[in-house]
């Protein structure tokens, strides 16, 4: 909490790894220092009065608190080692498709020679001429002749590495996302996902992860702002519950009020189709076309159909 020339009362967020406790020889608690970790200035020291604490209990221990991302430091770490080895196995690794063997040179009495020592020339040149005959989609399938020039091609390409961390990582990032209560469709994973599992995935969100925090964040708040000025005790600290964001529920919920006659139709044209509230020329007109379709015309009022427009 920051104090202004205005006697004003401003609330700043500050991330906790920002915060340092400050306690004197003797072990008495003195208040706090906020600095950033890799910033050269100063640290700004604060009043205990000042700091409000907001913490996430410890399931284990209530006395103490835990963050999420504590809980999962192993996983975290798991992840960061497999990024680390696939980024290295790319910047380091050698992927030639197959491995060509240079036949020998002739040997006396029918012995097998030696391989020649090619140089950086006759190496590109064979190379060339391999892909000028056998490469592209052109020549897939086609069949590789071998002769005294070259005397055998073995593949050598193998599934990339990486693809052994394929499963692992997958399971890393699930107890990673379940630690903080994310669904991967939040966070716009759509594989295998549908409208249903969405809508289920924000809700369960909403409810099981934003509305708790949100109602320790107002009862933290609400007990600080009591402590910190007895001239506002009465006042309260609330945050509005999070609601799933399900346009077919919504619907329905406006329909069901609308049914019901407890919701007005300006009240729906305003809030659902985005339109402005009826003239009393559109009520008028609105109260002819029931009355048409009461006595049986449907269609009245439309540009197609055996109904007429009311004159």
Same mark, same amino acid.
Request: glycine letters at 8%.
């Given at each position: 909490?920051?104090?202004?020339?205005?006697?004003l009362?401003? /609330?700043w967020? $500050?991330?906790?790894?920002? $915060?340092?406790?400050?306690?004197?020889?003797?072990?008495?608690?003195?208040?706090?220092?906020?600095?950033?970790?890799?910033?050269?200035?100063?640290?700004?020291?604060?009043?205990?009065?000042?700091?409000?604490?907001?913490?996430?209990?410890?399931?284990?221990?209530p006395?103490?608190?835990?963050?999420?991302?504590?809980?999962?430091?192993?996983?975290?770490?798991?992840?960061?080692?497999?990024?680390?080895?696939?980024?290295?196995?790319?910047?380091?690794? /050698?992927?030639?498709?197959?491995?060509?063997?240079?036949?020998?040179f002739?040997?006396?009495?029918?012995?097998?020679?030696?391989?020649?020592?090619? @140089?950086?020339?006759?190496?590109? @040149?064979l190379?060339?001429?391999?892909?000028?005959?056998?490469?592209? #989609?052109?020549?897939?399938?086609?069949?590789?002749?071998?002769?005294?020039?070259?005397?055998?091609?073995?593949?050598?390409t193998?599934?990339?590495?990486?693809?052994?961390?394929?499963?692992?990582?997958?399971?890393?990032?699930?107890? /990673?996302?379940?630690?903080?209560? #994310?669904?991967? /469709?939040?966070?716009?994973?759509?594989?295998?996902?549908?409208?249903?599992?969405?809508?289920?995935?924000?809700?369960?969100?909403?409810?099981s992860?934003?509305?708790?925090?949100?109602?320790?964040?107002?009862?933290?708040?609400?007990?600080?702002?009591?402590?910190?000025?007895?001239?506002?005790?009465?006042?309260?600290?609330?945050?509005?519950?999070?609601?799933p964001?399900?346009?077919?529920?919504?619907?329905?919920?406006?329909?069901?009020g609308?049914?019901?006659?407890?919701?007005?139709?300006?009240e729906?044209?305003?809030?659902?189709?985005?339109?402005?509230?009826?003239?009393?020329?559109?009520?008028?007109?609105?109260?002819?076309?029931m009355?048409?379709? $009461?006595?049986?015309?449907?269609?009245?009022?439309?540009?197609?159909?055996?109904?007429?427009?009311?004159?």
């Amino acid at each position: 909490m920051k104090r202004d020339k205005k006697k004003l009362d401003q /609330i700043w967020p $500050v991330p906790a790894h920002w $915060v340092t406790h400050i306690y004197s020889e003797s072990g008495k608690f003195l208040g706090y220092e906020i600095k950033k970790n890799t910033s050269a200035a100063k640290p700004i020291p604060v009043k205990p009065s000042d700091m409000i604490y907001f913490p996430l209990p410890n399931p284990a221990d209530p006395l103490t608190t835990i963050s999420p991302l504590q809980t999962q430091a192993t996983a975290v770490s798991v992840d960061e080692a497999i990024q680390t080895a696939q980024f290295r196995a790319f910047k380091n690794g /050698i992927f030639p498709g197959v491995l060509l063997r240079v036949g020998k040179f002739e040997g006396a009495y029918g012995m097998p020679g030696e391989l020649p020592l090619l @140089d950086a020339h006759q190496r590109r @040149d064979l190379v060339a001429a391999v892909q000028a005959l056998y490469g592209g #989609v052109l020549n897939y399938g086609d069949p590789l002749i071998l002769d005294a020039l070259i005397e055998g091609v073995e593949k050598l390409t193998h599934a990339p590495q990486e693809m052994d961390f394929m499963e692992s990582g997958e399971s890393v990032k699930k107890r /990673i996302f379940q630690a903080f209560g #994310v669904n991967p /469709i939040l966070t716009g994973q759509t594989d295998g996902a549908n409208r249903a599992q969405a809508a289920v995935a924000d809700g369960i969100f909403a409810a099981s992860v934003i509305n708790p925090m949100g109602d320790m964040i107002g009862q933290v708040i609400t007990a600080w702002v009591a402590n910190y000025s007895q001239d506002s005790q009465d006042l309260m600290f609330w945050v509005e519950p999070a609601r799933p964001n399900d346009d077919e529920l919504k619907l329905k919920e406006w329909l069901g009020g609308m049914s019901n006659l407890v919701v007005t139709p300006d009240e729906y044209r305003k809030n659902v189709l985005q339109l402005p509230a009826m003239t009393e020329e559109d009520k008028k007109q609105m109260k002819e076309l029931m009355a048409l379709r $009461v006595m049986g015309k449907p269609n009245a009022g439309g540009s197609t159909g055996s109904g007429s427009s009311p004159k």
